[in-house]
């Protein structure tokens, strides 16, 4: 339902409750009322009658006055039943019954009929044949005026209805235009911003409060989505500058090579240094991807105890014979009784990071390793190696998406620049402490503090 | 010809200097910018190639420096930045043409050539001596119309005395031009080159010896004028 339907439709209910109540009680009260000061009138009209009244000397009832009385029948009986004296009442007293309380009745003319009657003394009573004492009197007057009011103050109820109404409703839906005119403009101005324009943000001056406040929200919203984009497209430009460069050593081997022929040797060559950019290549999508996956990170943590010795006994087999090739030392020392809570894929993932970094980066002939410690509570990993170190104005650097090393970047290793992103945000998911340190003897060390497990 | 390469990726650099060398350029690698400038400030190369993101100084740094000092050596500027301004960055720093990151081989031998053949003042790859014509990016010579058979070396050295026609080169500038850091260098073998070429000359009937005329005691210099070219 529209905010206007809604408007019209609450202003409307309350007209009608409002008018139809006050209608109500007032419709309820006013008939009582009214049948009261008729009665009271009927009251006031026999005590004028009875004072009235007078008895002549023959006998004969007299009325002073008569037209005095013109709006109200009456009628006068005698103790023997007969009529006296009466007006206008000829159709009505007969069915009189109950006498000292006014009482509504149906006349034989059709028509309603307030009556009352009760016992009257008139002036000179006693010239009065005792026989037709005590004389009663009844009064009465049509019903019809109360009615004619009644219905006059159902008109005017149902007319001032009728007018509420209208008038409610379209002033409500006056009101509903004016006030829903800012949320049109704000919509207008919402619906321009596209995925384009997502910098742009709605302006707040002249806004009603609650309005200026959803659209503080809608900036808020729009916020933090740029600032989503931003990252994405740094995300893909970098990588896409990141990935021309392996594209550009494959094409050129490929180029270069089949310039001329070759002997096999030569061909077996290209093919496997072909082999190697792509590899590398890989690695730098896989971390692209992995980086990709990290802003969610934090929720997909599947985190279990994870046992040290087994992980330790994991990258000892994955890096040894790497290790061995690159002519390194690799020693990993995990004790077997500690363990960490932790998603077992993503600490692999970061452990790998690190022990593929010290692997790549330190000499022929050094060591590298893994080990662990804890700190009360707090469960430490380190990983070391006895390379070149990194330089400490590097070390916040690292951490920067792309960012490679002066070391990373002059040993003509290929490298995403992606790995320590990665690893920092998989500790920090884990809310877990990385840092980066001179190795005590040479080289550098990575220290991993894990928080105690939470219950 | 001779030319530096200065790029990061070993891959990368290898490969395309394979490629050069076996174009017959003789080819000094640099794996970061600041050995690419010590070198380019240290030789006179006919070209080169200057990868943009390097490690110690970036690739426009090297090449304002080179600037700075006077170097007015040819640069193909190599990048994976694509975008307009950087390309206009990298022109406005005194690159000479700017290819982007992937290319073809064969285009970037293609810049390499009309960069060399600028620097010498030449309109295009063909270079007319007379009866004698030198084609450089097919890297070929003719006599009369007939091809010439030389060796890439003895041609090297035939397309610099060429592109130098009228001027005298010595001995060490010729070999500095034929061969690269890593050789070993003696100038007596410039004179074998000369003979050769003397030779292979005077078999389809030019005058071998007065094309490529001594110059007693500084070097050697070619002379169209004595095979009906114009002389410089």
Redesign the interface.
């Known amino acids: 339902m529209s905010l206007r339907l809604r408007l019209v439709v609450l202003v409307g209910t309350l007209v009608l409750l409002l008018l139809g109540g006050l209608g109500f009680y007032l419709m309820s009260s006013l008939e009582p009322w009214a049948r009261e000061a008729l009665d009271h009138e009927l009251d006031l009209q026999a005590e004028a009658i009875e004072d009235h009244l007078e008895v002549k000397r023959s006998g004969q009832l007299e009325q002073e006055d008569d037209d005095h009385f013109d709006h109200v029948g009456f009628v006068i009986l005698d103790a023997r039943g007969e009529v006296a004296m009466g007006r206008g009442l000829d159709r009505v007293w007969p069915l009189f019954t109950e006498w000292g309380r006014p009482q509504t009745l149906e006349g034989t003319d059709g028509r309603s009929w307030r009556v009352y009657g009760r016992l009257i003394h008139p002036e000179h009573e006693e010239r009065l044949d005792p026989s037709r004492r005590p004389l009663r009197l009844i009064v009465g007057t049509p019903a019809r005026p109360f009615d004619q009011v009644s219905s006059r103050f159902q008109l005017g109820l149902a007319v001032s209805l009728m007018l509420g109404l209208f008038l409610g409703g379209a002033g409500a839906a006056v009101i509903a235009q004016v006030s829903s005119a800012p949320i049109r403009r704000l919509s207008v101005e919402v619906g321009g911003i596209e995925v384009t324009s997502i910098e742009r943000r709605i302006h707040t001056s002249g806004l009603d409060p609650e309005l200026a406040q959803l659209a503080g929200s809608v900036n808020g919203l729009l916020e933090r989505l740029d600032g989503a984009f931003q990252q994405q497209r740094a995300l893909i430009s970098h990588a896409s500058?990141?990935l021309?460069?392996?594209?550009?050593?494959?094409?050129?081997?490929s180029?270069?090579?089949l310039?001329?022929e070759r002997s096999t040797d030569e061909y077996r060559r290209?093919l496997v240094?072909i082999g190697?950019?792509a590899k590398d290549a890989n690695q730098m999508v896989e971390q692209i991807l992995a980086l990709g996956r990290i802003d969610r990170l934090q929720a997909g943590l599947q985190k279990s105890a994870v046992p040290l010795a087994e992980l330790g006994e994991e990258m000892g087999r994955l890096f040894g014979p790497r290790a061995l090739e690159a002519g390194l030392e690799l020693q990993v020392d995990l004790p077997r009784t500690l363990a960490l809570a932790a998603d077992p894929t993503r600490l692999r993932e970061l452990l790998e990071v690190l022990l593929d970094n010290a692997l790549r980066y330190t000499p022929r002939g050094g060591q590298l390793g893994l080990d662990a410690s804890s700190e009360g509570r707090q469960v430490v990993l380190r990983v070391w190696d006895t390379g070149p170190g990194i330089a400490a104005e590097e070390r916040e650097r690292v951490f920067e998406r792309f960012y490679r090393g002066?070391v990373g970047?002059?040993s003509?290793?290929?490298g995403s620049g992606l790995g320590l992103s990665i690893a920092r945000a998989i500790a920090l998911a884990h809310g877990a402490e990385l840092l980066i340190q001179d190795r005590p003897g040479g080289g550098t060390q990575v220290i991993l503090k894990f928080p105690p497990p939470s219950l | 010809m001779r030319v530096l390469l200065v790029e990061?990726?070993?891959?990368?650099a290898?490969?395309?200097g394979?490629?050069l060398e076996?174009e017959g350029y003789s080819v000094d690698l640099a794996?970061?910018g600041e050995d690419g400038l010590h070198l380019a400030s240290e030789i006179n190369y006919d070209a080169i190639v200057l990868d943009r993101m390097?490690?110690?100084l970036d690739g426009l740094t090297v090449l304002r420096r080179l600037r700075a000092a006077g170097r007015r050596t040819p640069v193909l500027l190599l990048t994976?930045?694509?975008e307009v301004d950087e390309r206009v960055g990298g022109l406005d720093a005194g690159a000479d043409d700017y290819l982007?990151?992937?290319?073809?081989?064969?285009e970037l031998l293609a810049r390499l050539r009309a960069l060399v053949r600028r620097d010498h003042g030449q309109a295009s790859n063909r270079l007319e001596l007379g009866r004698l014509v030198l084609d450089l990016g097919a890297r070929s010579a003719q006599v009369d119309g007939r091809p010439l058979s030389l060796t890439a070396r003895e041609l090297s050295v035939l397309e610099l005395l060429a592109l130098n026609a009228g001027q005298t080169l010595t001995r060490t500038r010729i070999a500095e031009r034929i061969y690269d850091e890593g050789s070993e260098r003696d100038s007596n073998v410039i004179d074998v080159f000369i003979g050769r070429l003397r030779k292979k000359l005077e078999a389809v009937g030019l005058p071998g010896a007065e094309l490529l005329k001594t110059q007693r005691g500084e070097g050697y210099r070619l002379d169209p004028s004595v095979i009906g070219g114009e002389r410089p």
């Open positions: 500058h990141a021309r460069t392996p594209v550009a050593s494959l094409l050129t081997i180029e270069v090579n310039r001329r290209a240094e190697q950019v002066a970047k002059e003509g290793q290929p | 990061d990726t070993v891959a990368l290898r490969s395309l394979q490629g076996e794996y970061n390097l490690p110690r994976a930045l694509g982007v990151k992937p290319f073809a081989f064969a």
